[in-house]
């Protein structure tokens, strides 16, 4: 981003947690930081018309801060922009990632190289009603998640073991 000048926003109100190394690195770089919350700026990126042809969420993974990120980094793209989101392995992302494949047509999925990440283009405007919805909840993601959750917690036992060694040879 600095050799070609473009312009990079960073959003992270936590930099002290991480001895302002991301800091330091964006001032020696030329480049923005917004020390805030992103659900503080994305909002008055918008409001401004602000508009980017890349984004990359992977700042709070809560299920509601990816969806909020998602929201707003949405209104920030640009048609034939990238977004990227981090972290695919965790439920939360996941079922931001379900509801963009069943409800945003206007976004397609780009096949990467990279494990846990998950690339999509904006191919076209959003043109969804107001009352649109497309259920994204599927039985197969609750089920492999209520079972990878009793696998990974709790104490071992002869059953998980078998459990276990059955998933590794579905793989
Ligand atoms: C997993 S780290 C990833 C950082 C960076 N993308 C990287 O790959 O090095 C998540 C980052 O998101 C920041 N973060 C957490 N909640 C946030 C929020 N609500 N808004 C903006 N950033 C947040 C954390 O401080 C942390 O630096």
Known sequence: MAATQSRHIAIDPFQERYQNLG????????LELHEDYSHQVLPELARNMESF???????DHKFDGIFVDFYYGDLLLKQGGYLLLHDTWMRSTQLVLAFIRKNRPDYVRQRIPCRNFALFQ????????GMHYREFLSLKGTV??????WLSTGKSSALKKIVFSIK????
């Open 144 to 149: 492999s998640h209520k079972l990878i959750t």
């Open 53 to 59: 042809e890349f984004i990359f969420i992977d700042g």
């Open 168 to 171: 590794e040879k579905l793989k």
């Open 23 to 30: 800091k330091e690195n964006i001032r020696a770089l030329g």
């Open 122 to 129: 904006k191919v076209s405007e959003d043109q969804r009603d």
